[in-house]
C-alpha cells in the first residue's frame, strides 16, 4: 500500500513519528517520506539516523495552512501526529492548544482536500472521550473537525478518519520515564495520584501498526479504537519499583480516575470488529460502515455499552507490565 507513496507526517519528530516512519521504511519503499514540524535541532536529529534518499525534512507549523500546501504538493497518505499533548499546559495556554490542535487540524484537512492527498489519518486519545480537560476538548473537536471533513470533499479523492488509543508505554513526560527519573534521582516513595486509577496501555509499534492497518481499512469518517489492555497504577508501580513504599498525593486537575475509549452516550454509532472498535461518524451520509475495505464486518454494540479502562476485561499482570517497560 505504501510502496512507490510519498507520505506526510506532521509531527514527525515525536514519539509516534519517529516509530512510525521507523516501521514504514522497514515494511515497505515509499518514494517520498516528508516530515513537517517546527523544531530544526529535532529535524537535525532524526535526519543523522533517517537519512534514506526518500526522506525530507520540511519545517513548518500546523498553524500555517500555505505551509502545508507546498508540503503536501503529490502527496498521497498524510498521518497527523502533531499536537500539543500535555494537560497542564494546554490548561495553562489554553489558546496555543486550541491554534494547534484545532486550527492545525482544520489546516490539515483544507491543505489535504486542495492538494488532493488520497487519505489522512489524524491521531486522537481516550481523552478525546468525554473529554474533561482542555487537551481533551480540543482533540475531541479535532476529531469531529477529520470526521466531517468527508462532507467538504465533493468527487474529490480525499478521505478522512481518525486512530483513538489510550497511553504509550514510555513517550515523553509519561508516567513510565517520569518513575524511572524519580528512581534514579534515589527518591523513597513513589508517588500515585489514587491507588484506583487505571489506563489503557499499548506499545508505541502498535500503535503505530493500527495506523497502518487503518489505512487499508478506511472508507472515510471512521473513528478506529483498538482492544488493548488496562493496567492498574499499582500494579505498574510493582512492576518498576517492586520494594519501593507508596505516597498517595491526591488526583491531579484535569485527570480521570479511569479513561474511557467508547463513550456509552453513543453506544447507537459504535460497531464492534475482531480486534478493535469503530465510532461511526453522527452525520453519517449513508455509508455502510458494518463492512470495511478489508472485508472486515462489525456488529453494533450492546446498548449502554462503554470500553472504559476501569471495567476492561483484558488486564496485564504485574509480570506483563515488567516485561512492557
Ligand atoms: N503519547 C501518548 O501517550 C499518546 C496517546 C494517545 C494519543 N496520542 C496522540 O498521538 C499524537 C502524537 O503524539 P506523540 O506522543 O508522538 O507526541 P510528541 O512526542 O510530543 O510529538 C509531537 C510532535 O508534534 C510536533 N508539533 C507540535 N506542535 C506542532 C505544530 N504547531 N506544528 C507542527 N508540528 C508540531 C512536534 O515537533 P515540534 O515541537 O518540533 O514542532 C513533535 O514532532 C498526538 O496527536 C497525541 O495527541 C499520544
Not at 519503499?29 to 539516523?49: A, G, H, Y
Amino acid at each position: 500500500m505504501f510502496n512507490d507513496k510519498s507520505i506526510l507526517v506532521t509531527g514527525g519528530t515525536g514519539s509516534f513519528g519517529k516509530k512510525f516512519i521507523k516501521i514504514l521504511l522497514e515494511k515497505y519503499n515509499p518514494k517520498k517520506v516528508i516530515v513537517f514540524s517546527r523544531d530544526e535541532l529535532k529535524q537535525f536529529e532524526m535526519s543523522q539516523t533517517y537519512n534514506q534518499h526518500c526522506m525530507r525534512y520540511f519545517i513548518g507549523d500546523v498553524r500555517d495552512e500555505a505551509r502545508l500546501k507546498q508540503a503536501m504538493y503529490q502527496v498521497d497518505y498524510v498521518v497527523h501526529a502533531a499536537a500539543l499533548k500535555q494537560v497542564p499546559a494546554a490548561e495553562y495556554n489554553p489558546m496555543e492548544c486550541i491554534k494547534t490542535n484545532i486550527y492545525g487540524a482544520q489546516n490539515v484537512i483544507n491543505a489535504s482536500i486542495a492538494c488532493g492527498v488520497q487519505k489522512v489519518i489524524a491521531l486522537s486519545t481516550d481523552k478525546a472521550a468525554n473529554p474533561i480537560n482542555l487537551y481533551g476538548a480540543t482533540k475531541l473537536a479535532s476529531d469531529k473537525l477529520f470526521t466531517a471533513a468527508n462532507n467538504l470533499v465533493g468527487n474529490r479523492p480525499t478521505r478522512f478518519s481518525v486512530v483513538r488509543y489510550g497511553n504509550v508505554v514510555g513517550s515523553r513526560g509519561s508516567v513510565v520515564p517520569f518513575f524511572q527519573k524519580l528512581l534514579k534521582d534515589g527518591i523513597k516513595e513513589l508517588p500515585v495520584t489514587d491507588a484506583r486509577m487505571t489506563r489503557f496501555w499499548l506499545k508505541l509499534e502498535d500503535g503505530v501498526d493500527f495506523v497502518l492497518k487503518n489505512f487499508e481499512r478506511m472508507q472515510g469518517g471512521e473513528i478506529f479504537i483498538p482492544k488493548i489492555p488496562s493496567m492498574r497504577i499499582m500494579d505498574l508501580a510493582k512492576a518498576i519499583a517492586p520494594e519501593m513504599p507508596i505516597k498517595i498525593i491526591g488526583i491531579r486537575p484535569g485527570e480521570k480516575l479511569h479513561e474511557i475509549m467508547c463513550p456509552s452516550d453513543i453506544y447507537y454509532e459504535t460497531l464492534e470488529f475482531g480486534d478493535h472498535y469503530v465510532i461511526m461518524p453522527s452525520t453519517n451520509l449513508g455509508m455502510d460502515y458494518t463492512h470495511n475495505q478489508l472485508g472486515e464486518k462489525g456488529l453494533p454494540v450492546k446498548d449502554g455499552f462503554e470500553y472504559n479502562s476501569g471495567t476492561n476485561p483484558h488486564f496485564l499482570t504485574v509480570d506483563e507490565l515488567k516485561e512492557m517497560n
